[in-house]
Nanobody, 125 residues
């Protein structure tokens, strides 16, 4: 069973910075993508940034130029560096992993997705 553990959230003033980390543990044959989503109070969960196997990245328009996603493959860890934070960035940030693993026969694989528990980011004006 794969588990994601997030850290790095907190309270920061506007224009400040935070760095989120997400460590994946458990049985993983391959990772297809890792990403960060956020959900503000009363709103739907939205994609913030994603890094796909191979290194290509995708960002929400609202964070382009301010946030940077990176990944340490050896540590199964994804980071989100958030700069120039704004009050509207306030939300619970969730880590997501899409990957595959082997069945018990080790001859076939299956795809799975897993979410972290979330970490609160609060930006004060």
């Amino acid at each position: 069973q794969v588990e994601l553990v997030e850290s790095g959230g907190g309270l920061v003033q506007a224009w400040g910075s935070l760095r989120l980390s997400c460590v994946a543990s458990g049985s993983i044959a391959s990772i297809n993508s890792m990403g960060w989503y956020r959900q503000a109070q009363g709103k739907e969960r939205e994609l913030v940034a994603e890094i796909i196997n191979g290194g290509s990245t995708k960002y929400a328009d609202s964070v382009k130029g301010r946030f940077t996603i990176s990944r340490d493959n050896a540590k199964n860890t994804v980071y989100l560096q958030m700069n120039s934070l704004k009050p509207e960035d306030t939300a619970v940030y969730y880590c997501n992993l899409e990957g595959s693993d082997y069945y018990s026969d080790y001859a076939r694989t299956y795809d799975f997705g897993v979410w972290g528990q979330g970490t609160q980011v609060t930006v004060s004006s």
